[in-house]
Nanobody
Framework: QVQLKESGGGLVQAGESLRLSCEAS????????MGWFRQAPGKEREFVAA???????????TYADSLKGRFIISRDNAKNAVTLKMNSLTPEDTAVYYCNLDSQRVTPTETGAYWGQGTQVTVSS
């Protein structure tokens, strides 16, 4: 049984940083694609970032164009975890952030099979 547990959400002021973490359990995920989506109130869910295994134990990261340079995704295979470091946050980043996992793909247009419960990020102005 695959389970995802997110942590790190909270309330911050504009300009501050926040780090989200998602730990997976149930199997080994070193070759899985892992990523983050978010959903703001009244808006559709949108892709944030993903990181996938690209062979030879290297990983390739993908970001939403609007978030490149501010958000950084990384993974720790020893902990079966993926982390999202969010910098220079603005009120527009306020949303519920969801961890997403799949054995094949997590992309801007393809969601994975497994989801976390979500963690709230609120950025005040």
């Amino acid at each position: 049984q695959v389970q995802l547990k997110e942590s790190g959400g909270g309330l911050v002021q504009a300009g501050e940083s926040l780090r989200l973490s998602c730990e997976a359990s149930g199997r080994t995920f070193s070759t899985y694609a892992m990523g983050w989506f978010r959903q703001a109130p009244g808006k559709e869910r949108e892709f944030v970032a993903a990181i996938r295994w690209s062979g030879d134990w290297t990983y390739y990261a993908t970001y939403a164009d609007s978030l490149k340079g501010r958000f950084i995704i990384s993974r720790d295979n020893a902990k079966n975890a993926v982390t999202l470091k969010m910098n220079s946050l603005t009120p527009e980043d306020t949303a519920v952030y969801y961890c997403n996992l799949d054995s094949q793909r997590v992309t801007p247009t393809e969601t994975g099979a497994y989801w976390g419960q979500g963690t709230q990020v609120t950025v005040s102005s």
